[in-house]
């Protein structure tokens, strides 16, 4: 069966400091790999999503950037972090030939358990 | 460009009563549609997803959705409520079709009251 793992699962990180997080998949390959943030009252706002190693799609312009070394293997870096950057962060997987009636990906996602970041 | 509007940010509601949670979409084309529950401090979980064939979709923990497509509504539903579906529950769409991305809405929590 597939698994997601994300890590570090708490992080305190001084304003300026680096940032790394870290989500592997297991059990399956080629996945669509996805960095969602979530902040309160706001829901989950797509960073960067993955359709393979090497291909990084940004969502939104930040001070963060995204990594995909493996096929399994999505990062989240940060290079100064920001006050702004707290939040709790999500990584997400979806099959990306999943078939559905229509043959295309289902669009499902399946989350890690978070990594809840905290700048000071 | 899709999105997803919850009109509830928090949804009070007694033990064993019937709760609804309401979500809204805006595409130009046809989507796919889900709800997650988040429990505190952890991921998102499937709860349930249209996409295509009955408009009614049973999911798990006995809750279950409408698609509704000249509303463009999916609204949650649950007959009778236990304490343990306390949570936060998103709304999601995507386009499908290979189209990568899923937006979420704002989220609704549900605290039951015993």
């Given at each position: 069966s597939q698994t997601i793992h994300q890590w570090p699962a708490t992080l305190v990180q001084p304003v300026g400091s680096p940032l790394s997080l870290e989500c592997t998949v297991e059990g399956t390959s080629n996945p669509n790999l996805y960095w969602y943030r979530q902040a309160a009252g706001r829901g989950l706002q797509l960073l960067f999503y993955s359709v393979g190693i090497g291909q990084i799609s940004s969502e939104v312009p930040q001070n963060l950037s995204a990594s995909r070394p493996q096929d399994r293997q999505f990062i989240l870096s940060s290079k100064k972090l920001l006050l702004s950057d707290s939040g709790f962060y999500l990584c997400a997987w979806s099959v990306l030939r999943a078939r559905d009636l229509s043959g295309a990906n289902t669009g499902e996602l399946f989350f890690g358990e978070g990594s809840r970041l905290t700048v000071l | 460009a899709q999105s997803v509007t919850q009109l509830d940010s928090q949804v009070p509601v007694f033990e064993e009563a019937p709760v609804e949670l309401r979500c809204n979409y805006s595409s130009s084309v046809s989507v796919y549609l889900f709800w997650y529950v988040q429990y505190p401090n952890q991921g998102l979980q499937l709860l349930l997803k249209y996409?295509?064939?009955?408009t009614l979709v049973k999911g798990i923990n006995g809750f279950e959705a409408e698609f509704n497509k000249s509303q463009t509504s999916f609204h949650l539903r649950k007959p009778s409520v236990h304490i343990s579906d306390t949570a936060e529950y998103f709304c999601a769409v995507t386009r499908g079709r290979g189209y990568q991305k899923v937006t979420f809405g704002t989220g609704t929590k549900l605290q039951v009251i015993p």
């Open positions: - | 996409l295509s064939g009955s």
